[in-house]
């Protein structure tokens, strides 16, 4: 078997296929065919890799294009990006074997196989459940979210720490434990841990810190965190500003915040903070439905291209 710099410099190669001759691909998907039947997982996982980004371009031999089939050995032989990958997205119907293989990748150190573990138990808190996770109840489902999310959170990942936190303020009611992984993960400059902050403080009625997390979210660019701000300056109190948070929520519903929209709609259809004005809440309302119709067809076009994407294969 190759060393391991000799498989650097395969897999390095391999990853600007597009610059090379058909010759030479052929030549580097050989050698790294060769090493990965002798057992090797990460051989596996780079043809994989390099299936799925080089199959509208073949120039290869075809049996290097079996995405599906280098992905899946990968991941029986236990090679953790393999793992998540295949039993996380790809093999959602087998539950029992695909925890029992997350469980294994995350004790190895694998974060993403900790979230992977996450969304099957959280699919499971939410009622979709199936392979014998429906015997489990929602208390037991959401403890294995938490434990698998700890894990992972612990260990610095941003992702776990904001899910974790998430899950704890929204499903738990914890808002001081949430508070803090939202805190740990917004350290490292992240939109959606400034959001969950900002949500914690408003539930709070901290709305000074409030806006501060809901600004520093939407100068990132998401617009939720924006329609917040918003939502925030029109609260009653020393901070209330309401042509400043009308204009706001105008500007998220403009970068396509449905939930603003209705906002507003709702604003001018009560007239309790602004004059009643029926025809405007029309207005909005008809433009959050827009806002719906036009998610669901970049939906339905993204689907059809995955499809198409993959029938091509």
Request: proline residues 1%.
């Amino acid at each position: 078997m190759f060393g391991k710099n000799k498989k650097e410099k395969l897999f390095k190669e391999l990853e600007n296929a597009d610059k090379l001759s058909a010759r030479k691909i052929n030549k580097i998907c050989a050698e790294i065919f060769a090493v990965a039947k002798k057992g090797d997982g990460e051989a596996y996982y780079k043809l994989y890799e390099f299936a799925k980004n080089n199959y509208k371009n073949r120039r290869a031999d075809i049996k290097y294009y079996d995405w599906l089939g280098a992905l899946q050995k990968a991941a029986e032989l236990e090679y953790p990006k393999a793992v998540c990958e295949y039993y996380g997205r790809h093999c959602p119907e087998d539950t029992s074997k695909a925890i029992a293989m997350l469980e294994r990748a995350a004790a190895k150190g694998s974060d993403e196989a900790c979230i992977q573990l996450s969304k099957i138990y959280d699919r499971a808190f939410h009622g979709y459940a199936n392979d014998g996770l429906e015997k489990l109840t929602k208390e037991e489902c959401a403890e294995k979210n938490i434990e698998c999310l700890t894990v992972a959170a612990e260990r610095g990942n941003t992702d776990a720490q904001i899910m974790l936190g998430n899950f704890l303020s929204l499903y738990r009611g914890d808002l001081d434990g949430g508070e803090k992984w939202f805190a740990l993960a917004a350290e490292k400059d992240q939109a959606e841990a400034y959001l969950g902050l900002a949500r914690i403080y408003k539930k709070k009625e901290e709305l000074y810190k409030a806006q501060k997390y809901y600004k520093l979210s939407a100068d990132k660019g998401n617009i939720y965190a924006l329609g917040g701000l918003g939502e925030v300056l029109l609260l009653p109190g020393m901070y209330q500003n309401i042509d400043n948070g009308l204009k706001i929520l105008e500007e998220s519903v403009n970068k396509g915040n449905m939930v603003s929209a209705l906002k507003l709609s709702d604003l001018y259809e009560k007239g309790e903070i602004i004059p009643q004005d029926l025809e405007k809440a029309k207005f909005w309302k008809d433009k959050s439905e827009e806002i719906r119709k036009n998610f669901l067809k970049r939906n339905e076009k993204i689907e059809a291209k995955a499809a198409k994407d993959l029938s091509e294969d």
